[in-house]
């Protein structure tokens, strides 16, 4: 198959790396000191098992990406808006979209800037994957799994395409039946760690270690549960709890990629987490007191 990336950092690089190696014809969109270290030396790909290297196409532009079955969109939610018009016109041009960004409204949001609900498949990563220098891609968790709609409207002979190309490269990969709830699922974990870890600018296990940090952690995850629950997801009865449970397991050292961003200065996704968990918990009535603080203190300048 023919792979456009649209955001080639952590996630993007990696899935193009593995399906460049698997044989698949891999077109890379990058700019700056990364494109040129691509076009001269294709990606570094880099496990806790192995590190390799493999060839596939930079592209500068959406005319050097030319014709591809599907384009994988990897950017950082804040910068959805900026590369929708390249995936309306491959859309438009027969390339199914594939979504793999954090937050749950990806799909909703690319629908509204013109990509034609058929050639939509709705999709999630579970990954923990940057870019550490230009070309060279680091995976740093022993997951890779990828989860795709498995009621989207660009087929079932193309969503089994998509998942064989990916279980192909060696990623756990499947057709969810209830994608909203699995989009849903992720949320909650990666909304909540981002909330405390951001606000109290510490590790997850300075956050657990805190006073009162355990009470935070269960505030932040339960909320946006309810919210899930009020828009009409199906979550199980137990799922806060195996939220919980999970966050208690990570690593004491570990910070989420909202944390580094604001560490950084620069673009994070609070919008898409914190921001989207305010606004959907007022739109159905919920309180959402800890995002909404969440969302006041992070987004003050």
């Not at 990606?43 to 493999?54: A, K, N, Y």
Request: net charge neutral.
């Amino acid at each position: 198959m023919r792979f456009a990336i649209i955001g080639a950092g952590g996630v993007g690089g990696y899935y193009g790396g593995i399906l460049a190696r698997a044989g698949h014809d891999v077109r890379v969109l990058a700019r700056g000191e990364h494109l040129r270290a691509v076009a001269a030396d294709g990606l570094r790909i880099e496990t806790p098992d192995e590190t390799f290297d493999t060839a596939v196409t930079a592209a500068a532009d959406r005319e050097a990406l030319g014709a591809v079955d599907v384009a994988i969109v990897a950017v950082k939610a804040f910068a959805l808006d900026e590369v929708a018009p390249i995936l309306v016109d491959l859309a438009r041009a027969g390339s199914v979209v594939l979504p793999l960004l954090n937050g749950v409204d990806a799909g909703e949001r690319l629908a509204a800037a013109g990509v034609p609900p058929g050639r939509l498949l709705t999709g999630l990563t579970y990954i923990s994957a940057r870019r550490v220098a230009p070309g060279h891609i680091r995976r740093a968790s022993p997951f890779h799994r990828v989860l795709v709609d498995a009621q989207a409207p660009v087929g079932a002979a193309r969503v089994r395409d998509v998942v064989q190309a990916f279980a192909g490269a060696g990623c756990e990969a499947a057709a969810a039946e209830d994608i909203q709830l699995e989009l849903w699922r992720k949320f909650i974990f990666i909304a909540a760690l981002a909330a405390a870890c951001g606000l109290a600018r510490a590790t997850i296990g300075g956050v657990r270690d805190a006073r009162l940090g355990a009470d935070l952690l269960d505030r932040a995850v339960a909320e946006v549960a309810a919210v899930a629950r009020a828009r009409g997801v199906g979550l199980p009865a137990d799922e806060e709890q195996r939220v919980r449970a999970h966050i208690d397991r990570l690593p004491a050292a570990m910070e989420p990629s909202f944390l580094v961003d604001v560490r950084a200065g620069g673009p994070n996704e609070l919008d898409a987490l914190s921001g989207a968990v305010s606004r959907f918990g007022r739109a159905a009535g919920v309180a959402t007191p800890v995002h909404d603080t969440a969302v006041a203190a992070l987004s003050a300048v």
